[in-house]
């Protein structure tokens, strides 16, 4: 089935620990997004990447990182610089950062901190 | 100034009853994109519906409906004969040059729909 797969749905972060979130598209997709919902609370955009080896920051990136080295896949770092972590984080995907085009999403990642 | 205004935060109705989310967004670009998103439980967001400016027919799919009205700058979702599977919430986003085709989203409204 082409879609998008997160990994873990679930994780408990310890303070002070790096911990990484998985995501791969089978879509073909040249354009990868992670955005971050807290609760109650509409997306808002981390780091997109327009194409392999390339990313750039979006509106709250500040204590994540980022790696593009496939096309198919996008990983999110938090690192223990982001000092409230505890949210849902999505990965999506669309043909390319062009106008218009849509977007679409995994199914998400829970991350605790413990 | 919210670019994407979703001021219902929460609607509850009863099954079979019709609803309307209101979506009103705020754009100087010409070329712009609306888009409707639902977000069931289980977290995944689903696209709905995409639109561009140019075209502002209303869009008929099944039970759902929506209504874009570039005078009022809205964009609202109307879902007719609700039922239960429709609790959700839903986001309107916009897509807009000025902010480099990222989407920029509504807060959402949390749809209940009451068996």
């Known amino acids: 089935d082409g879609g998008i797969t997160q990994s873990p749905k679930y994780l408990f972060r310890k303070e002070g620990q790096n911990v990484t979130l998985s995501c791969e598209q089978n879509?073909?997709?040249?354009?990868m997004y992670w955005y971050r919902q807290d609760p109650g609370q509409g997306l808002r955009l981390i780091y997109y990447?327009?194409?392999?080896?390339?990313?750039q920051k979006g509106d709250i990136a500040e204590g994540y990182s980022v790696s593009r080295e496939k096309k198919e896949s996008f990983p999110l770092t938090v690192t223990s610089a982001q000092k409230n972590p505890t949210a849902f984080y999505l990965c999506?995907?669309?043909?390319?950062?062009?106008?218009?085009?849509?977007?679409?999403f995994g199914e998400g990642s829970w991350l605790t901190v413990v | 100034a919210q670019k994407v205004t979703q001021a219902q935060t929460e609607i509850s109705v009863v099954e079979k009853e019709d609803v309307t989310l209101d979506c009103v967004y705020e754009?100087?670009?010409?070329?712009?994109?609306l888009f409707w998103y639902k977000q069931p439980p289980s977290g995944e967001l689903v696209f709905l519906i995409r639109?561009?400016?140019?075209d502002e027919q209303n869009e008929i799919s099944g039970r759902y409906s929506w209504n874009f009205q570039k005078s009022t700058s809205s964009f609202n979702f109307t879902i007719t004969a609700s039922q239960v599977v429709d609790s959700a919430v839903y986001f309107c986003?916009?897509?807009?040059?000025?902010?480099?085709?990222?989407?920029?989203w509504g807060a959402g409204t949390k749809l209940i729909i009451k068996p």
């Open positions: 999506a995907s669309s043909i390319d950062v062009g106008p218009g085009n849509t977007i679409y």
């Open positions: 879509l073909n997709h040249d354009a």
């Open positions: 990447s327009q194409i392999v080896n390339d990313f």
């Open positions: 754009t100087r670009d010409t070329t712009y994109y």
């Open positions: 639109r561009n400016s140019f």
């Open positions: 986003a916009l897509s807009e040059a000025d902010s480099n085709y990222q989407l920029i």
